[in-house]
């Protein structure tokens, strides 16, 4: 029987070269909205909105009386409550609750795969990476990994990330996908020191970051399995099916 | 004085990321257009007319009584006389003529970046990276290495040939750009053994040749410096400068 396939779609304004409609799409957006996602989820969200702007994002939080989250050029976006940082969402602040969140480039690539057809999007982070490949593995369809990438422009990050999950799952999937091939060669070239990588290739987010002062949420995004959520977009929602 | 900046475009349909009004844009389409680019002008051709289509092949080859070439699908084109093979062009063949070569990803994006306004366009490829390094050192202004892609879609053989590039020009450029520094680090995984990197991450370019039975046009195109020619894009046509 021949394997399900599994491409990498190095950035949104890729995506209509791949077929979403078979396949399971993964939204990466390691820094730092999927960890986010994961970590609020893993911690007892209910559930997580993913909004496309910060109107949006203040209405629904209004119309649900829920949590809203969001930031703008590292900075709380005006009108919302809370910020990015995975951080932010301990258990004992989130959960059993709601939690509206708008982020660029993240969730416009999920409202893509989702418009267009996509057969089911999950969202995937070095903070939750085992479950993700456990999932991908149960479930033995083809697979897109999709890098959300900043405004465009391919990132070092999510292709770290998707060369960790092709390094994975490689056997169990036919790849005829060169970016697939790069993302796991330049996984392999860093992984035993992701953030020292980053910070030596100057990865421009990295660069954003740290001119934040966010090392550490830097560094929490990129350790595995800190957050062993499944992040699952039913119905306008992401909820954890583990 | 600030240097000035070098980005990697990683296809096609990423090129309107990028200011290309300000830069030079070096076309890169390593098996097998800009190879045998390279090498034709190298051994004397006059002038290389790179055409989109067959049809617009067939034409101004008629109207300039010049030698057509192209190839779909890995076989010389209905209605042209020749393929894309750098060995094709020997000196003894090709010195002092004319010719109009139809290729589908090359083509296309040296049209893309002429139609918005590129400041100057040349053609990189192994076998003349010395040339092309020293050109965009002595000229100093902004960089873009576009990679052809396949159908848009990122390639490896692009990417690696931006990264032995960038290996080379790191010092005298701002690189502020992850696709340089991910190009950069593969080209140092790489670097020992191209073909074998190639053939080892199965690269889909590599595997389609070598099903034709063109692994000597693949070691050739992966080779540097065997045909030190620099190719520039004037007039609707590429001369070269050397």
Redesign the interface.
Known sequence: MSKPTLFTC??P??LH?YDVSSSIVVIIDVLRATSTIATALHNGAIEIIPVDSVPDCIRIGKELDCITAGERDGKIAEGLQYGNSPFEYPTEFIAGKTLVLTTTNGTKLLHMAHSRGAKEIITGSFPNITSVCNYLLSKNINVILGCAA???????ED?LFAGAVINRLKENFT?????S??AE??Y???KDDLYGFMKE?????YHRLTNYGLEKDIRYCLTNDGAPSLPVYVDGKLVNKI
Chains 1, 2 share one sequence.
């Open positions: 190095p950035s304004a890729l070269l900043w405004k465009d422009k391919v990132n070092i292709t790849l005829e996908c060169d970016y091939q790069m060669s330049l392999l070239t860093a290739r100057n990865a421009t987010h």
